[in-house]
């Protein structure tokens, strides 16, 4: 068997939207599917959202590190 592709965010958008239309239809004993593909997007944006907020505060340590000032400060001391 062939590695499979990894699974994205339009993928997980694209089953939702499946599984919406298949607990309409169908009845909620499908609901457990929708749940699962909600909280895997869920927790997919808030692990970005983490992410992105460690590097920004990396970014800005190192900055403050080696003596940089962030655009404003360095315009209004100038």
């Given at each position: 068997?062939?590695?499979?592709?990894?699974?994205?965010?339009?993928?997980?958008?694209e089953?939702?939207d499946?599984a919406a239309?298949?607990?309409?239809?169908?009845?909620?004993?499908?609901?457990?599917?929708?749940?699962?593909?909600e909280?895997?997007?869920?927790?997919?944006?808030?692990?970005?959202?983490?992410?992105?907020?460690?590097?920004?505060?990396l970014?800005?340590?190192?900055?403050?590190?080696?003596?940089?000032?962030?655009?404003?400060?360095?315009?209004?001391?100038?």
């Open positions: 068997m062939g590695r499979s592709k990894p699974v994205t965010t339009s993928d997980i958008e089953a939702l499946i239309r298949v607990v309409d239809q169908f009845g909620y004993k499908y609901w457990p599917i929708f749940e699962r593909l909280a895997e997007l869920e927790s997919r944006a808030n692990r970005e959202k983490r992410l992105q907020s460690r590097l920004d505060r970014c800005h340590d190192a900055s403050m590190a080696i003596g940089l000032r962030p655009p404003q400060e360095s315009r209004e001391n100038s």
